[in-house]
């Protein structure tokens, strides 16, 4: 069983995240991921139909 839950290292990511793309931009560098909204939401997309499938086949768990 899968768990997913924000914790310690999910907080550490989206920081390391919000860093690099603040790095990137004073760089004027092309950042490493999507840069546009369509190309984000594709990849919370996948994510979330992974999610669905194994919701409803009970093979994960939510936690905070």
Do not use: C, K
Not at 13 to 32: E, K, N, Q
């Amino acid at each position: 069983m899968d768990q997913i839950g924000i914790g310690v290292t999910e907080l550490a990511a989206a920081g390391v995240g919000l860093f690099t793309g603040l790095i990137y931009s004073i760089l004027r560098a092309p950042i490493p991921a999507p840069n546009v909204l369509g190309g984000i939401l594709a990849i919370w997309g996948t994510f979330a139909g992974l999610v669905i499938v194994q919701l409803f086949e009970h093979h994960v768990v939510f936690f905070l």
